[in-house]
């Protein structure tokens, strides 16, 4: 038999499951406080976040305040005005670096569509020539010779009433007898 009595085991047990009991609400409260803690500290990571963002802010805008110092005090730079825009294409193409001597005319590429008894392009482009200052006719009066010699070219032959070539055809009047791009290319690929 054994020597304790029941009423030891008893105390034993009680004692057990009081413990047990308490060592489950410690836990619970541990973690509790635990995932207040872990709160907390988002806040902090997310508070720190945004002051940063708002001293980079203040930092930028200082900046700005210093590099309008400089602007205005050194360098003198200013918004652009009215008058410094250009109004049309004509004057964006003045702008253009004549090209040097001896190179090729560049390739332009245009669209024209060509009705039977329609002049309005050689009429506009008359008129345009007629509106240019001197100087610069050489340009508006080679246009017109290629716009007219190009309306005549469809008239006259089975060309397609747009008036235009694709790329490769225009490279291979270029290029004259020898064989284009495109052709030197297919061989290569044989």
Sequence with gaps: MSTTSPIHRLGWAALFAISLTLFLALTLRVNAVKSEVRA??????AIERETLLLETEF?????????????????GYAAPRADQYLDNRREVAA?????????????RVAKAVVDDG???AIASLSRSVR??????????????????????AAKASDMPREGTLDLAQ???????????FAERFAEAGQ
């Design 40 to 45: 907390m500290e988002r806040q902090i990571v």
């Design 131 to 152: 509106e240019t200052p001197l100087a610069d006719r050489t340009a508006s009066v080679t246009a017109a010779a290629g716009l007219l010699a190009m309306s005549n």
């Design 170 to 180: 225009r490279l291979g009047e270029l290029a004259g007898p020898e064989k284009t």
């Design 95 to 107: 702008l253009g670096a004549p090209t040097a001597i001896g190179a090729p005319q560049p390739i």
């Design 59 to 75: 930092q930028t805008r200082a900046s700005q305040r210093q590099l309008a110092a400089w602007n205005q005090l050194e360098f």
């Design 118 to 120: 329609d002049d309005g």
